[in-house]
Structure formats: C-alpha cells, structure tokens
C-alpha cells in the first residue's frame, strides 16, 4: 500500500544518468536514482566509492561533469546562485565532521540558516534554537560554548539540530555514526528515525555501519568504487530492502555487510591506486 | 640502423586463411627484444624530449587554468559586492581585524623606515652639503614608495596568510560546503566582507605608515642628525606635492584589493589536511607580494607619465 502511495506522486529526487570525474579519476558512471517523498534511503559502499559525492551534487555541491539532477522538478545544476539559495533552504545536510563554524557559538551556528533567510525576531530564533537542542539532548548552556569545546558527539548533534532548524523536505547525514561510540552511535539512529517520524522528510543517510542501516532504511543501495569496475558494469550494485540485502547472493555485497576482507588486501596490494 | 622487424609473433597480424600481413602493426615501434641498442637509445631520447615537453605544455596549461579559474572567483566577487552589501556585523569584523589590529605593527614598521632612511642618505648628504635636503628625499621616498608598499607588504604577512589559513581551514573541515548547503554564498558572506575590509582599510593603514615614516624621518634628522628644521621642512614642502601623496594612497588600493584576492583564493583552494593549509597561507603571501611589486612597478611608470604631464620639469632638489 505505502508502495502505490510513493508511485503515485512525483519522486522528490531524480539523478539522471550522472557521471563526476575529477581530473582523470572518475568517481561517478551513470549513475540513474529517483527517490520518493518520504523514503529513506542509505548509501553504502566502502571508502572512495563515490557516495558523498553523489549526495553533494544532489545538492549542487559538486558539480557533475554531465548528467542532471532534479529536485521536486527543478534542474539543481541548471539554477542561478539565487535560485539555488532558495532551494537549499529546502535541504538539510548534516556533515561528517558537523561543519560546525568555529568562529561562532553553537547558538549561533543552530541559528545560521533562520539569520540568513527567515524573517524571525531575535525572541524566536532563540526559541526555537533551544527547542531544536533540547530534541537532540543538548542542554540550553551549551549556546554560549564553541564547537572546539564540545566533544565529538555532541558537535555531531549540535549538526543535526542545525540542519533540521528550517524544517527541510530532505535531510542528508553524511556518515552520521563515524567516530563515535556505539551507544553514541544509537543515539543519533534513533534521532534519524525521530526525525523522520515527526515530520515527513526524506532522508539519505550515507554510511559504513551496518546497524546504521538495518536501523533506519526503507531501502538500501551499494555502491562500488567505478576504478574496481569493468566498462559495463553498473556503479550501483545493490538497490532494496534491509531483507533482500540479507538474502543478496551477491558476493560483493556479502562481503561488505559480513564485514569480511576476504582477498582485498592482497588485491589492494596488486593494484596500483 | 632501423630495423622494424618483429622478432616474435606478436607484431604479426593474420588474417584469417593464415597469411601474415607484415607491418599492419606499423605504429608500433619495435619491441626491446627485436630492436638493437641503437633504437633503444633513440627510444629513449624521444621519450625525454617528450617528457620535457609535455612537462612544460602542463605547466603552461594549469598556469592557464588557474589565471581563469582566479578571474571567475574575482569577477564573482565583484558581482556579489554589487548586488547586496554582506550583514553590518560581518563587514565590522572585518574591518577591525584588517584595521584596527595591523595598525600598531604598521606604526612601527613606519617609524623605523623613516629613521633608516635617514641614517642611511645623511652621509653622502652631507658630503655634498645638502644635509638639509635630506627632508625632501625621505618624505618623497615615504609618501610615494615606501609607506604604501611596507604597509601592503605587512598586511599582506598579517592578514592575507591568516585569510588563507582561515580560509583553508574552513574548506577542509567543510564549512565553506554548509555555508553553501544552508543556502548563504560563501563568496558573498567569506570573500566580500574580507575584500572591502582590505580595500577601505589600506589606504587608513598607509596614511598611518607614511604619518609614522615622517615622524620617524623628523625625529631622527633634527633630534640626533641636527639637521635644522626649517631647512628640512622648507626643502619636504617644495619637494613632495599633493600627487606624490595621492601616487601613494592610489597604489594602495590596488595592493589592497591584490592582497584580499590572492589571499581568499588560495583559502579557497586549500587542499586537504595541515600542509595544505599551511601550503595555502604561505603561498597567500608570497603571491600577494608578487603582485605587490608587480603592480607597483607599472601603476609607477603610468602614474610618473601623468606627473610629468603635470609638472613637466618634475621636481628638483637642488
């Protein structure tokens, strides 16, 4: 049923045949995705395979070297800076190291995006900055203290809060569990599945960690680094279900979720990247 | 001895009743196997020249590609400062850091450029017996050269590397991409206030360095050279006009607007981790210095011709 409800609306994302290269190096081949309204989506794939790239020039970050992304149906590399500003209040990104700007206290870091679009009085961004900490378990002290004296963790949330301060349609966490501890880790896949059950966003969760994963997708897709690939060879290797995931016969696929090296290293050793 | 003849197979295509086709692989240079030690040599030289060649063609080719790239992100600029000024706390900022915190260091520097001037011109002075010229040459040198080139040359230390390494900092740790993902423009909101900072404060910091060079000039030619102070005031003012000064100050600007740009754009093309940053702040300066000298040399040959259109027997010490 939730199925016939995705197919009958517009997907919010599509990547049409998208390829990035830098220099000689390509990072992304053709690769084609359309995302529903309210899915959520994780990348998996090992280091350097293209996954945050591909979630950055779903953004416009990056700049593909051909192919089209369009968001609710605009073309994101087609639009001019003003255009694109307008839209990305649309999106939140959560980065892998939070991003968090350093020259500003946390308060005023959760309340960059409201300072820089919103029409708010200064009564109302201080509201809803404290709210939008305390859903992520920050106490209201921590507005006045720097990014450099939070620990990991905290600036990890910290992050969250901010992206999720415009309510955006789209929240993209680029290795949201990276470098912390497991219950850490925990905490912030439960606050992606929050996140997700409070409002109807969709999400695209890149990440290694399989609880990750299993945690909080609707649907999986891998990816494999394009120079370990022959000509042919689709980039996206897998794209369902946590269940069909399990089941994938796939070896590489096995590989990566058993968490096995299996013959990598001898083969990282014959190759020459 | 050229000798294109494959020794073993694989340089002879067959058709497909059998029959070899000889030379349909002509392209190919020989094998090292077949070929004598002379083609070898000759291989190996080609290759060289090529090398060389093609390692000048990439020089020229990225020198190319970063001149444009440097153009896109300076037009860019002058768009964004066009369209919509940067938020008053964020331009205040700026203008302190570059301002009001380079302004003991461009004091001093000023200072002591005056008193060495004088200590350095008063001996063949006076051996000509025109001590008291001394005042013309070390205000003209100031006011002209000196005042706005050292206080360029110090910002450029000061704040262009901190710019850079600031800069860098913020690209490494993806802050320049949340800027951009949370909608603001990181030229507008990084580049802008940082460029208007150095443009508008350069000229203040000039006047303060050739204030101070005077000063410093005055102090060290009466108080200690006993040089007298009519003469040397007597001698300045007829020496150094108006122009002189605006020569300074005009420079300046440019030097301003060099410094901000080299420097935010080698931030914004740090590459990853500390010795990109570190690469990135020192590369900050030794390019804005670059520029420095470079567009003091030519803003002084086109500013001297206006001043002899001006003033066409030019100024005289004697």
């Known amino acids: 049923m939730i199925e016939e409800l995705f197919e009958s609306e517009q997907p919010l994302v599509e990547v049409n045949d998208l390829s990035v290269r830098f220099g000689a190096q390509t990072v992304l081949r053709n690769i084609n995705l359309s995302i529903p309204r309210g899915q959520t989506v994780v990348l998996l794939g090992e280091s350097g395979c293209g996954k945050t790239v591909l979630m950055k020039s779903t953004i416009g970050l990056v700049k593909p070297t051909s192919g089209s992304v369009f968001f609710d149906d605009e073309n994101i590399h087609r639009l001019n800076d003003r255009r694109l500003s307008l839209l990305r209040l649309r999106f939140g990104f959560v980065f892998q190291n939070a991003a968090l700007f350093d020259s500003m206290t946390i308060g005023q870091n959760v309340a960059f995006p409201l300072r820089q679009h919103g029409r708010f009085s200064t009564e109302q961004i201080r509201e809803m900055v404290l709210s939008r900490l305390s859903e992520v378990g920050l106490p209201d002290s921590v507005i006045y203290k720097k990014p450099a004296e939070l620990s990991g963790g905290m600036r990890k949330r910290v992050g969250l809060a901010r992206a999720l301060i415009m309510n955006p349609e789209l929240i993209m966490y680029d290795e949201p569990t990276t470098g912390l501890d497991p219950i850490m880790s925990d905490v912030i896949n439960e606050l992606i599945i929050r996140t997700r059950r409070r409002n109807p966003v969709t999400s695209i969760v890149v990440t290694h960690d399989m609880n990750t994963a299993k945690k909080v997708a609707d649907r999986i897709i891998m990816l494999m680094p394009a120079h370990r690939l022959n000509d042919n060879e689709p980039q996206m290797i897998f794209d369902g279900t946590v269940s069909e995931i399990e089941s994938c016969r796939d070896r590489r696929v096995q590989q990566f979720i058993n968490g096995e090296a299996g013959e990598r290293l001898m083969e990282l050793r014959a190759s020459r990247v | 001895m050229l000798k294109i003849a494959p020794s073993n197979g694989d340089n002879i295509e067959t058709v497909q009743g059998g029959l070899p086709i000889w030379g349909a692989t002509n392209t190919r240079r020989p094998t090292v196997s077949s070929a004598s030690d002379n083609i070898e040599y000759y291989d190996e030289d ?273």
């Open chain 2, 46 to 318: 080609l290759g060289f020249f090529a090398r060389t060649l093609t390692g000048w063609g990439s020089i020229v080719l990225d020198g190319i590609m970063a001149l444009g790239d440097f153009s896109i992100f300076a037009y860019q600029t002058f768009v964004w400062m066009l369209t919509r000024l940067p938020k008053k706390g964020t331009l205040i900022t700026n203008f302190h850091q570059v301002g009001v915190s380079s302004l003991a260091v461009v004091a001093l520097t000023g200072t002591f450029i005056g008193m060495v001037l004088a200590v350095q011109s008063y001996f063949q002075f006076r051996q000509i017996g025109l001590e008291t010229r001394l005042g013309g040459v070390i205000n003209m040198t100031l006011v002209r050269e000196l005042g706005p080139v050292l206080a360029a040359t110090m910002l450029a230390g000061r704040v262009g590397s901190s710019m850079a390494a600031e800069l860098g900092t913020m690209r490494v740790t993806e802050q320049i991409d949340a800027l951009s993902a949370m909608g603001a423009n990181p030229i507008h909101y990084l580049v802008v206030p940082r460029f208007l900072a150095c443009l508008f404060m350069i000229p203040a910091l000039t006047v303060m360095a050739d204030f101070m060079g005077v000063a410093g000039g005055h102090f060290y030619s009466v108080n200690i050279l006993d040089i007298d102070v009519h003469h040397y005031w007597h001698n300045s003012a007829k020496f150094v006009t108006n122009f002189d000064l605006f020569v300074g100050l005009f420079k300046s600007i440019f030097f301003g607007a060099a410094i901000a740009m080299v420097s935010c754009y080698q931030g914004f093309n740090c590459t990853a981790g500390a010795e990109g940053v570190g690469r990135a702040s020192t590369s900050a300066f030794v390019y804005s210095f670059v520029m420095i000298l470079f567009i003091d040399l030519f803003l002084g040959i086109a500013l001297d011709s206006i001043y002899f259109m001006y003033y066409p027997e030019g100024a005289s010490l004697l």
